[in-house]
C-alpha cells in the first residue's frame, strides 16, 4: 500500500435499486486503484443480499436492515458502526439529507461527493437541450478523480450467492420450470404510471412469447408490484408465473440469471438484468437514455418513440403531461416481440411449463 492510499474506505448508496447496482463498476475501479484497501458499503437493508457474496466488499452496512438482536437499524446505529470502523475516506454517491450526514460524520478524514448534475437534468426536461448527459456509472466514478486512469469495465456485474440461487431455482421448480426450460422475463412495473407500458400490451407481448417462441414469461417485481404482474400473468393465460412479490432483490437477481432475455421498462430489474449477464429489451417512456441511466449491455437493446415532448420528467410522473400517453401507447406489441425474438436466437428448446393455474408457486 502507498503511504497516502486510504486504508478503509467507505462507499455511500442507500438506494434506489437500479442505482445501488450500476454502483458495483465504481467499486471494480475502487479496488483496481487501492487493491490493498478495505472498501466498504452502506446500503439499505432491502438491498443486503445483493452483496452478501461479493467478495469484492469487505464490509457492508445496512440502513433499516436488522441488528443481531433483530431490530430494525436506523440512522443512529449506523452511524455507530461506522464510526467504529476509523474510515480514512468516505464517498458519497447518493447526496441525499441521510447520505451527507452519514458522511459528514462517519470520522473520515478524506471525503468526496457524486455531482448530481440536476441543472443539465432540468435543462433535458424543460427545454429539450438535445445534450447526452454522463451515465451514472461516469458520474459515480468522476467523484473520485483518482480513479481517472483505472480501465475497467463500465458495465454493472453482481455476484449471486449460492443459498440465494438455491432459493430462486426453488421458488421457479414449484412454478413447473425446469432447468432446461427457455425463459423471458418480463417487468411491468415502474416507479411512476408515465415510465410504464400499459399492462395489456406487456400481456399480448406474453402471450405472442409463449404462443410464437415457445417461451415460459417469468413476471418479475416488487410486492408494489405483485397485482399488475398478477394481471398480466391472467391475461396470458398460461405458460406464465409470478415471481413479483415473492423474492428478495438478491433472489430477483437469481431469477433474472436463469432468463434468456428480460423485457422492462425503464426500472431496477434493467439494471439487475444487466449485472447478472441477461441482455435486455428496454422500453422508454416519459424518460429517455440521455438522462444517464440507459442500460450497459452489449446487445440492450432500447424501444422508444421520438416525440418533441420527451422526456417530460426526470422520473416520471402519474399522468401524461399532453394527455395523450403517445410515448407509450405509440409502442406495439409485435415491435417489441421481434425485438425479444432477436435476443433470444434462432436456437432453443421449447418450454415445458404448465398451465398457469398449477404453476404459481405459493
Sequence with gaps: ????????????????????????????????????????????????????????????????????????????????????????????????????????????????????????????????????????VDRYRAALPQLAEVATDRRPRLVIGDGVRQRADELLAKGGVSEEDMLVGVAPGAGRATKRWPATKFAELGRLLVERANAGVVLVGDSDERGLADEVASAVGGRAIVTAGRTTVGELAAVLARCRVLVTNDSGPMHVATGVGTPVVAIFGATTPELGFAPLGERDIIVSRSLECRPCSLHGSERCPVGTFECMEGIEAQEVFEKTLSLIGSTYEPARLPEMSACRPH
Design 1 to 136: 500500500m502507498k503511504r497516502k492510499d486510504p486504508r478503509k474506505i467507505l462507499i455511500i448508496r442507500f438506494g434506489s435499486l437500479g442505482d445501488v447496482v450500476l454502483v458495483t463498476p465504481f467499486i471494480d475501479a475502487v479496488r483496481s486503484r487501492y487493491p490493498e484497501s478495505s472498501v466498504a458499503l452502506a446500503v439499505k437493508g432491502e438491498y443486503e443480499d445483493l452483496f452478501a457474496a461479493d467478495s469484492r466488499i469487505d464490509r457492508l452496512f445496512s440502513l433499516g436492515g436488522r441488528t443481531s438482536s433483530g431490530r430494525g437499524a436506523g440512522m443512529y446505529y449506523l452511524l455507530w458502526q461506522v464510526r467504529r470502523e476509523g474510515f480514512d475516506a468516505a464517498v458519497d454517491l447518493q447526496r441525499n439529507p441521510r447520505s451527507i450526514l452519514l458522511s459528514a460524520l462517519c470520522g473520515a478524514r478524506s471525503r468526496a461527493g457524486v455531482r448530481t448534475e440536476r441543472a443539465g437534468r432540468r435543462r433535458l426536461v424543460q427545454r429539450k437541450v438535445r445534450a447526452e448527459l454522463p451515465h451514472v
